[in-house]
């Protein structure tokens, strides 16, 4: 059909009529379609609410999440899934309760799920598995790229790692024949930065051993009530990799001397501590696995990881003397294009406090002046400014400070 005025065959009024007609179709299409138009703004409108609602209640529950994560968490673990909340044990007191959960959350868990709730014990979020926590405070290096050549300035203390953990490894028939037990744990004692990570990697690396590095901070203050747990998988995780070579870092976070308070954390604390002793005691047939612990705060041990069977190989890591700072700049310039001014026997005078990270920090920052200065070759006068700012640095931030606590 054709809706054109151009058909001269139709008679005049009826042409009219036809558009009368047209306008009112036009007319009614009009109509729906303003109804249609109104329809659909009342559901943009309703959408635009709900909208707003939505926006809102993500707003207060983002609001909330933060303030949840930010006190401290602990961990417990599902029991079961009721419809007026969920039943949760926590970890570490093994007490029961039942606590409230949001729609959302209630989707993610299920019975035996690990879960981090706070101090109302409402369920914060759901823990990922154990392997990931497990990946996350452990580092398991295959093969440690330190060598003993890498350690300046502290040969009798690797002359004693090697005979405490390196020749129970490679030949622990000679302790058999002599009819002597090798050391069980040997504990590296002294401040921060001397070296005592590096010898307990440069070990694992001379023995072929798997390198599995824990922080005792991380242990007990990540998620309480899981601490005593970490300890059992840090020694099965070193089974798994014999040889390996155990090291906790920061042992003084779960071995200081008891207090008197009861807090939760403290009891934390103790039970990892426990459960350590008892992965010692009970370690009777060791394996090729061997301990070795570090810590920059000797004098708040508590003295019961010391008794033989435990840590009862202690050595001590001090700051390097003189010679040994020589030594520790000559290594850490191997690679760097140093100008032929430059005295490292100079350097290691004028250097009395530094630790071996100083140093190495020295090294570093040197290079950093030449290379502000437009220079590749590095000079004496680099080494000088590089120590007066490390030295400024750590008086800044006593953190960072390499002093001895
Ligand atoms: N004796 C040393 N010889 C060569 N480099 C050293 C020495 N001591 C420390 N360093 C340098 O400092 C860095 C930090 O050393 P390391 O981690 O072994 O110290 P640490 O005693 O374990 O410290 P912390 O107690 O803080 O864990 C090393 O990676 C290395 O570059």
């Given at each position: 059909?054709?809706?054109?005025?151009?058909?001269?065959?139709?008679?005049?009024?009826?042409?009219?009529?036809?558009?009368?007609?047209?306008?009112?179709?036009?007319?009614?299409?009009?109509?729906?379609?303003?109804?249609?138009?109104?329809?659909?703004?009342?559901?943009?409108?309703?959408?635009?609410?709900?909208?707003?609602?939505?926006?809102?209640?993500?707003?207060r529950?983002?609001?909330?999440?933060?303030?949840?994560?930010?006190?401290?968490?602990?961990?417990?673990?599902?029991?079961?899934?009721?419809?007026?909340?969920?039943?949760?044990?926590?970890?570490?007191?093994?007490?029961?309760?039942?606590?409230?959960?949001?729609?959302?959350?209630?989707?993610?868990?299920?019975?035996?799920?690990?879960?981090?709730?706070?101090?109302?014990?409402?369920?914060?979020?759901?823990?990922?598995?154990?392997?990931?926590?497990?990946?996350?405070?452990?580092?398991?290096?295959?093969?440690?790229?330190?060598?003993?050549?890498?350690?300046?300035?502290?040969?009798?203390?690797?002359?004693?790692?090697?005979?405490?953990?390196?020749?129970?490894?490679k030949?622990?028939?000679?302790?058999?024949?002599?009819?002597?037990?090798?050391?069980?744990?040997?504990l590296?004692?002294?401040?921060?930065?001397?070296?005592?990570?590096?010898?307990?990697?440069?070990?694992?690396?001379?023995?072929?051993?798997?390198?599995?590095?824990?922080?005792?901070?991380?242990?007990?203050?990540?998620?309480?009530?899981?601490g005593?747990?970490?300890v059992?998988?840090?020694?099965?995780?070193?089974?798994?990799?014999?040889?390996?070579?155990?090291?906790?870092?920061?042992?003084?976070?779960?071995?200081?001397?008891r207090?008197?308070?009861?807090?939760?954390?403290?009891?934390?604390v103790?039970?990892?501590?426990?459960?350590l002793?008892?992965?010692?005691?009970?370690?009777?047939?060791?394996?090729?696995?061997?301990?070795?612990?570090?810590?920059?705060?000797?004098?708040?041990?508590?003295?019961?990881?010391?008794?033989?069977?435990?840590?009862?190989?202690?050595i001590?890591?001090?700051?390097?003397?003189?010679?040994?700072?020589?030594?520790?700049?000559?290594?850490?310039?191997?690679n760097?294009?140093?100008?032929d001014?430059?005295?490292?026997?100079?350097?290691a005078?004028?250097?009395?406090?530094?630790?071996?990270?100083?140093?190495?920090?020295?090294?570093?920052?040197?290079?950093?002046?030449?290379?502000?200065?437009?220079?590749?070759?590095?000079?004496?006068?680099?080494?000088?400014?590089?120590?007066?700012?490390?030295q400024?640095?750590?008086?800044?931030?006593?953190?960072?400070?390499?002093?001895?606590?």
């Open positions: 059909m054709s809706d054109t005025v151009e058909d001269v065959d139709v008679p005049y009024d009826e042409d009219e009529a036809s558009q009368q007609e047209k306008i009112r179709a036009l007319e009614e299409r009009l109509e729906v379609l303003e109804s249609q138009n109104e329809e659909m703004r009342d559901k943009l409108l309703d959408a635009n609410a709900e909208n707003n609602k939505y926006q809102q209640k993500l707003e529950l983002t609001h909330e999440n933060k303030k949840l994560k930010q006190s401290p968490l602990f961990v417990a673990t599902v029991q079961e899934i009721m419809d007026d909340g969920v039943i949760i044990k926590q970890h570490g007191n093994n007490q029961e309760a039942l606590t409230e959960v949001t729609d959302e959350m209630r989707t993610e868990l299920e019975p035996d799920a690990r879960v981090a709730v706070n101090n109302s014990l409402s369920i914060v979020k759901s823990l990922s598995s154990e392997t990931d926590v497990r990946a996350r405070v452990m580092e398991v290096t295959e093969s440690p790229d330190v060598s003993y050549e890498d350690i300046g300035g502290l040969e009798e203390q690797m002359q004693e790692v090697r005979e405490t953990v390196e020749m129970p490894l030949s622990p028939e000679m302790f058999t024949e002599v009819g002597i037990d090798p050391p069980s744990g040997v590296l004692y002294g401040p921060p930065g001397t070296g005592k990570t590096m010898l307990a990697k440069a070990v694992a690396n001379q023995t072929d051993a798997t390198f599995i590095k824990m922080a005792g901070s991380e242990l007990v203050h990540k998620f309480i009530g899981e005593a747990k970490l059992r998988d840090l020694f099965e995780v070193a089974r798994e990799h014999e040889p390996a070579v155990l090291f906790i870092d920061e042992i003084d976070a779960i071995a200081a001397t207090t008197e308070s009861k807090t939760s954390g403290d009891a934390e103790q039970r990892t501590m426990m459960q002793l008892s992965e010692m005691d009970g370690f009777e047939d060791r394996g090729e696995i061997r301990i070795i612990a570090a810590t920059n705060r000797f004098d708040m041990l508590d003295r019961a990881i010391l008794r033989p069977g435990r840590f009862d190989r202690l001590e890591v001090p700051k390097p003397t003189e010679e040994g700072r020589e030594l520790i700049f000559q290594i850490h310039t191997r760097m294009n140093v100008a001014d430059v005295d490292f026997a100079e350097l005078e004028i250097t009395p406090e530094a630790s071996g990270a100083d140093i190495k920090a020295v090294c570093t920052e040197a290079g950093m002046f030449a290379i502000r200065d437009e220079r590749t070759e590095i000079r004496m006068e680099d080494f000088r400014s590089a120590w007066e700012k490390v400024a640095e750590s008086e800044e931030d006593p953190s960072v400070s390499k002093t001895f606590a």
